[in-house]
């Protein structure tokens, strides 16, 4: 039996899937673009660039892909990418394929075809969905309308021609396995036809290399393809896409694989975005909200402290442009820091018994989860001060006056998965934690 020639495991983000761990599935080598170069000459032909081929394949998914690929070397908007549609066997899988996709058009519907070359597929399904809209990009602009459709010379991009085609149907026909990011690509469709409560369908054609890998066929795997999938690649990137597939299949003895599916209608990663959305804009506001207290405390004299110039506190004062000139102490617990700066506005960090000789009216925690501890290690040491503020949803707040969640002791774990090897020596701490919480 022959003894597997096992590579190494090669950490690299799949392009179908997003799983991390690849492994070699051809020894890298270097040729030139195989087909969409079209040089002219002997002398152009020889010359040409050698270009990285690193074949490696997804652990999880099986997709194949040239880990060294980069976008940049294949000429798409100089070389149309020509693709031979005249066997008789493919011309009939074309007018199939625009018969069953023009089916799923609803009356003046819009279709729109990314990669769409010079229009064969658009002009089939034109022809007989008259009312509808078609349109087609692709940046090689090598269009032949015959007054069918519109082309577009640019490449689809999910963040601007989602909103302004609001297209019922997107048709991708090899084009995917030329993407540096196909799964990416899909996803921000699915994102965009969310965001603006579109119903949009999806077909996708690619190549299918499940035959090639069966058969030993090498030659199959070329620079212009980024990436090569297989059924399952291709099924898991449409499942990381959107759960609802309507086909998967293959053609053209199983040399290509496609598949329709729907996106868009309120996808639960809406509620990720509106959040997103919320959380940037208070800290906006918060940003000016606290510009402000911060000049009414300066304007009425009151001498401030803040604890903590690392980290947090840091980020706190450059966040909000505490200079050193305005706000000059910053003192900290940790004795490991003081007579350090911090990063920034360049306050020199005093030590807090810095506080004890000279007290001052108000003491701001930027770290309000920890601010029991600092409101403890204040009381010890003897720190008096009138207030002692800090941030709570964009404002700062008085820890003794104001409502907010830091004031009360809650150590109980709430994420609680139950462990397969539970060991209740060693859950001590955790159970007790919830006992005192009363979560027991
Ligand atoms: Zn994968």
Redesign the pocket.
Known sequence: MRKPNRSVAQISP?P??G?QLAVAFLEPFRQPLATIAWPSSEEQAKAMQQLPHSFVR?T??G?VYNRDFCYENVPYDEKPNLMFNRGAIWTNHLIQTADLLSGYLPEGGTAIEIGCGEGHLLRHMAAKRRGCRFLGFDPSGAFLTEGLFQGRNELFLPETHMEQYQPDLLICRHVIEHLLNPLGFLQAIQFYASRFNLRTRIYIETPCVDRAIENGRVVDFYYEHYSHFTTS?FT?MIQRTTHEIELLTHNYNREVISGIFRVGSQHPWLEIDNQAADFRTQAQVSADVLAIQLEQMLAQRKRIAIWGGTGKAAVFINRYRMDAKRFPIVVDSDAAKVNTFVPGQGQRILFRDHLLKNPVDIIIIPMAWRAQDVLLEIQETGIRCDQILLEHQGTLVDFHRDHHPYATADQAPRLSIPAPHYNPQRAAYWSEASQIAGHS
């Open positions: 799949c179908a899937c799983h997804c999880d998914c997709h690649s898991k």
